[in-house]
């Protein structure tokens, strides 16, 4: 589903007013739901692209910090303590009316994204100056926040949220060798990273919920727009559509329905299996209704309304197994200060590599440690692995 993640500023002024009508809200700080300060701090950000740029580039190491850098953080500062202090809210809801449809109004996630890396450079800064804790808690309330974003039911935000966890992973690892010796500071992350990680959504609950709105907003006159909007998400449109559509009635888009709802019941199934498997059913699953389009007109909306899950789910096995990798990372760090040296093998009970559902592979370095996946990302045809220091 495409979201339309700019609206006027009307709209986006009127979806606060109605999450502070609450004397509750009002009055209490932070507020319970946290979403309302998310919303106030991207209304109050101030959001210039080449700025974003700058901050990006130095969040992926190609520019060292620089005083433009530092001034747009420093002048940002109001928007990131809302965006920070969210993270206490003891629940999220967005306010989100699903019975838009696919013109559902979605958090403005450009500006969340954009800010998310603001409060990463403003990490990395502080792991410079050799403030660790500080850097580690910007980390965690981006960590909260990334699940907070990924909850918003609908595919794009879970990709969003999934984005603003792989780069506070990599912030984490610039931070680990700094704190390698520091056992109290170790188990403390250990510990947030733990209980952070328990908060994102589920795979299948994103896709139920996501498809299910597109899936029920089907009819005659929403199918053209339908068509034009799906982007990137196209399989493959069929070539007399403008037939289709123009001899469209109540009961082939019905039957169109429930034809979809059928595949995406087999597609959650799906996700349960493990990876390979789970890709390779997902591959086989989504190509079906071009197949069988030729001869069933229930497969007909299915062709280019089905998103690329394959994708998907290799992204969010990505951000899993990235995810695990520094969670037995912690815990080597900590058996070594326990210990005063690295293991020579993996400790049994780690968390997995999510591509193969087996251990990371665990090599010793001459300045830390490597974890290695076992498993292919299927998408890239890419193995991963990843680099961990401690300093001597």
Same mark, same amino acid.
């Given at each position: 589903m495409k979201s339309q993640i700019n609206k006027k500023a009307v709209q986006f002024i009127s979806i606060i007013l109605v999450l502070l009508i609450s004397k509750s809200v009002v009055f209490a700080y932070p507020p319970d739901n946290a979403a309302v300060l998310y919303y106030r701090s991207a209304y109050t950000f101030t959001y210039d692209s080449k700025k974003i740029s700058l901050v990006k580039q130095y969040l992926d190491s190609e520019i060292e910090n620089n005083q433009e850098i530092i001034d747009?953080?420093?002048?940002?500062?109001?928007?990131?303590?809302?965006?920070?202090?969210?993270?206490n809210g003891k629940y999220c809801d967005w306010g989100l009316d699903y019975s838009e449809g696919m013109n559902l109004l979605a958090p403005p996630l450009a500006e969340f994204r954009a800010l998310s890396w603001i409060v990463l450079a403003d990490a990395k800064m502080a792991n410079e100056a050799a403030e660790y804790d500080r850097?580690?808690?910007?980390?965690?309330?981006?960590?909260?926040? #990334?699940? =907070?974003?990924?909850?918003?039911?609908?595919?794009?935000?879970? %990709?969003?949220? /999934? #984005?603003? =966890?792989?780069?506070?992973n990599q912030v984490i690892?610039?931070? %680990?060798?700094? /704190? #390698?010796?520091?056992?109290?500071?170790l188990t403390r992350l250990k510990n947030q990273i733990d209980e952070v990680s328990q908060g994102f959504p589920s795979l299948k609950t994103s896709i139920k919920t996501?498809?299910?709105?597109?899936?029920?907003?089907?009819?005659?006159?929403?199918i053209q727009n339908l068509i034009i909007t799906a982007g990137d998400t196209v399989l493959s449109i069929p070539e007399n559509i403008d037939q289709i559509l123009?001899?469209?009635?109540?009961?082939?888009?019905?039957?169109?329905?429930?034809?979809?709802l059928k595949l995406l019941g087999d597609c959650l199934a799906a996700t349960d299996l493990p990876y390979p498997q789970a890709y390779k059913k997902l591959d086989e699953l989504i190509k079906k209704p071009e197949i069988e389009s030729k001869e069933n007109s229930d497969a007909v909306l299915a062709t280019f309304l089905m998103p690329a899950l394959v994708k998907v789910l290799s992204v969010d096995v990505r951000y899993t197994t990235h995810f695990n990798a520094i969670q037995t990372a912690l815990n080597l760090y900590i058996n070594r200060t326990e210990t005063g040296k690295l293991?020579?093998?993996?400790?049994?009970g780690m968390p997995k590599d999510m591509f193969s559902g087996e251990d990371f592979i665990y090599e010793k370095t001459d300045d830390g440690f490597v974890l290695k996946c076992q498993g292919k990302d299927l998408s890239k045809d890419e193995t991963y692995e990843y680099k961990f220091k401690v300093k001597k």
């Amino acid at each position: 589903m495409k979201s339309q993640i700019n609206k006027k500023a009307v709209q986006f002024i009127s979806i606060i007013l109605v999450l502070l009508i609450s004397k509750s809200v009002v009055f209490a700080y932070p507020p319970d739901n946290a979403a309302v300060l998310y919303y106030r701090s991207a209304y109050t950000f101030t959001y210039d692209s080449k700025k974003i740029s700058l901050v990006k580039q130095y969040l992926d190491s190609e520019i060292e910090n620089n005083q433009e850098i530092i001034d747009y953080v420093l002048r940002s500062e109001h928007a990131m303590k809302q965006f920070i202090d969210a993270g206490n809210g003891k629940y999220c809801d967005w306010g989100l009316d699903y019975s838009e449809g696919m013109n559902l109004l979605a958090p403005p996630l450009a500006e969340f994204r954009a800010l998310s890396w603001i409060v990463l450079a403003d990490a990395k800064m502080a792991n410079e100056a050799a403030e660790y804790d500080r850097a580690i808690d910007l980390c965690i309330s981006n960590y909260q926040a #990334a699940a =907070y974003i990924a909850d918003g039911a609908l595919l794009v935000s879970r %990709l969003v949220g /999934i #984005a603003m =966890y792989n780069y506070t992973n990599q912030v984490i690892i610039d931070i %680990l060798p700094n /704190i #390698a010796d520091n056992p109290d500071v170790l188990t403390r992350l250990k510990n947030q990273i733990d209980e952070v990680s328990q908060g994102f959504p589920s795979l299948k609950t994103s896709i139920k919920t996501d498809l299910e709105i597109c899936i029920d907003d089907i009819n005659k006159e929403s199918i053209q727009n339908l068509i034009i909007t799906a982007g990137d998400t196209v399989l493959s449109i069929p070539e007399n559509i403008d037939q289709i559509l123009e001899n469209a009635d109540e009961g082939f888009i019905e039957s169109n329905k429930e034809y979809m709802l059928k595949l995406l019941g087999d597609c959650l199934a799906a996700t349960d299996l493990p990876y390979p498997q789970a890709y390779k059913k997902l591959d086989e699953l989504i190509k079906k209704p071009e197949i069988e389009s030729k001869e069933n007109s229930d497969a007909v909306l299915a062709t280019f309304l089905m998103p690329a899950l394959v994708k998907v789910l290799s992204v969010d096995v990505r951000y899993t197994t990235h995810f695990n990798a520094i969670q037995t990372a912690l815990n080597l760090y900590i058996n070594r200060t326990e210990t005063g040296k690295l293991p020579d093998k993996l400790p049994e009970g780690m968390p997995k590599d999510m591509f193969s559902g087996e251990d990371f592979i665990y090599e010793k370095t001459d300045d830390g440690f490597v974890l290695k996946c076992q498993g292919k990302d299927l998408s890239k045809d890419e193995t991963y692995e990843y680099k961990f220091k401690v300093k001597k």
